[in-house]
């Protein structure tokens, strides 16, 4: 469990399955967004279970989470990973910081 400790959401849990370590810069975490018609992809470093690996995603949605500009909810899917192969999930939803580069995520259908 992860419990932000700053931002309107204070206090509040959010499952956390995945820390994301390292992600997209705000262009490219948008342009990402923007392309997913086109399939476009964008590399995310995850530690799943003590395991870290780079994965490539595709951003299905993005929301404002605390007006800074640089905080996201956001939605990323991804087809099967080894990584994830003792789940059946295929998306990943949380916050992300394209400020720190860096985030929480819960697996999710």
Not at 26 to 33: P, S
């Given at each position: 469990?992860?419990?932000?400790?700053?931002?309107?959401?204070?206090?509040?849990?959010?499952?956390a399955?995945?820390?994301?370590?390292?992600?997209?810069?705000?262009?490219?975490?948008?342009?990402?967004?923007?392309?997913?018609?086109?399939?476009?992809?964008?590399?995310?470093?995850?530690?799943?279970?003590?395991?870290?690996?780079?994965?490539?995603?595709?951003?299905?949605?993005?929301?404002?989470?605390?007006?800074?500009?640089?905080?996201?909810?956001?939605?990323?899917?991804?087809?099967?990973?080894?990584?994830?192969?003792?789940?059946?999930?295929?998306?990943?939803?949380?916050?992300?910081?394209?400020?720190?580069?860096?985030?929480?995520a819960?697996?999710?259908?």
């Amino acid at each position: 469990m992860y419990v932000r400790e700053d931002g309107p959401f204070r206090g509040d849990a959010m499952r956390a399955d995945v820390q994301i370590v390292d992600g997209p810069a705000k262009y490219e975490l948008f342009a990402g967004l923007g392309d997913y018609n086109r399939g476009r992809y964008v590399k995310l470093t995850v530690v799943y279970k003590g395991r870290r690996q780079e994965i490539e995603v595709r951003v299905d949605s993005i929301g404002i989470e605390d007006g800074s500009g640089e905080s996201w909810m956001v939605t990323f899917s991804f087809h099967a990973l080894p990584l994830f192969a003792d789940t059946r999930h295929t998306r990943l939803t949380g916050y992300y910081s394209t400020k720190e580069r860096g985030g929480i995520a819960a697996l999710a259908d």
